[in-house]
């Protein structure tokens, strides 16, 4: 019964000491985010640019499309939507620190 209370604990400082070291990098990044949190918001802008170039820019060129076309349009708006909501979530996981406008 020692043993595994002296495991849990073991376990315990573990978890808290890598807990620790994951918030003081976040605290001091810069960015005030992880850096797979850049990556992600990075590739998520590309992708909401892309989709936001492939729409029709005018009512008018909506007109004289095929079916092709108006679902390739349907899942760029989606593409666009998704990404909005994704940028929205990283953007409240960054760390707001001490001067103001870490963003």
Not at 56 to 75: M, R
């Amino acid at each position: 019964m020692a043993f595994g209370l002296a495991g849990n604990i073991i376990q315990f400082v573990d978890f808290t000491s890598k807990l620790f070291l994951a918030t003081q990098r976040l605290y001091v990044s810069k960015s005030g985010t992880k850096a797979e949190h850049l990556e992600l918001e990075s590739l998520t802008q590309n992708i909401k640019e892309l989709a936001e170039r492939a729409k029709p820019h005018s009512l008018s060129d909506t007109w004289n499309i095929s079916t092709h076309e108006k679902t390739l349009a349907d899942l760029g708006n989606q593409c666009i939507e998704v990404s909005n909501e994704l940028l929205s979530v990283l953007e409240s996981l960054k760390v707001k620190g001490k001067s103001g406008n870490r963003s």
